[in-house]
């Protein structure tokens, strides 16, 4: 089973600074990874599919990267709306899709 | 506007039996694979379950399989989820959410979400 590993668990930053996520595969995913952003009391939104498409109404601040098993999600001067838990996702053309534990965002 | 709205969560005893319902607003529903997603309080994200646009084609994780049935009725613009012999680990909010691609059994990934019904397992 393909396992998602993400790191940190936890980034404290100051808004107006930027976060890097990362987010690794334990084998080759290609570029099929999603991010998604949760904030508290709500479903999950996704932010990036394909590695680094945004999905539609994403913000630009918000880019993806990586390929094969490396993978991250930068954010770019933090807004005080991007404080959130962010995952990561491998998905495939057959089920089931594998999602990373989480990296909370939070304010320095 | 693109909704899906779940409902029918509860506190069931273990070994109990609870149907979670979803329903979907704003698109052509019988088009897209839907799929249920939990979430254990204060924990990630678990995908369980997905069915096809027809529901011909059915998806579980191996951690539901033989417990839980997905269906849907297209007639109505509803998913469901059949949950027996439920667990206290099975406790989580349920979500229900879907990737709008047509011609395809599988999504993928999940472009809309709803806002989740909470199961509590527990006697």
């Known amino acids: 089973d393909i396992v998602m590993t993400q790191s940190p668990v936890t980034l404290s930053v100051s808004p107006g600074e930027s976060a890097t996520l990362s987010c690794r595969a334990s084998?080759?995913?290609?570029?099929?990874v999603a991010w998604y952003q949760q904030k508290p009391g709500q479903g999950p939104r996704l932010l990036i599919y394909g590695a680094s498409t945004r999905a539609t109404g994403i913000p630009a601040r918000f880019s993806g990267s990586g390929s094969a098993t490396e993978f991250t999600l930068t954010i770019s001067s933090l807004q005080s709306e991007d404080f959130a838990v962010y995952y990561c996702q491998q998905y495939d053309n057959r089920p089931p899709p594998r999602f990373g534990q989480g990296t909370k965002v939070e304010s320095k | 506007e693109v909704q899906v709205l779940e409902s029918g969560g509860d506190l069931v005893q273990p070994g109990g039996s609870l149907r979670l319902t979803c329903a979907g607003s704003g698109f052509i529903f019988n088009t897209y694979t839907m799929s249920w997603v939990r979430q254990a309080p204060g924990k990630g994200l678990e995908w369980i379950s997905g069915i096809s646009g027809s529901g011909e084609s059915t998806y579980y994780a191996d951690s539901v399989k033989g417990r839980f049935t997905i269906s849907r009725d297209n007639s109505k613009n509803m998913l469901y989820l059949q949950m027996n012999s439920l667990r206290p680990e099975d406790t989580a909010t349920y979500y229900c959410a879907f990737r709008p691609v047509r011609g395809a059994l599988w999504g993928g990934y999940f472009n809309y979400w709803g806002q989740g019904t909470l199961i509590t397992v527990s006697s």
């Open positions: 084998q080759n995913v290609g570029t099929n």
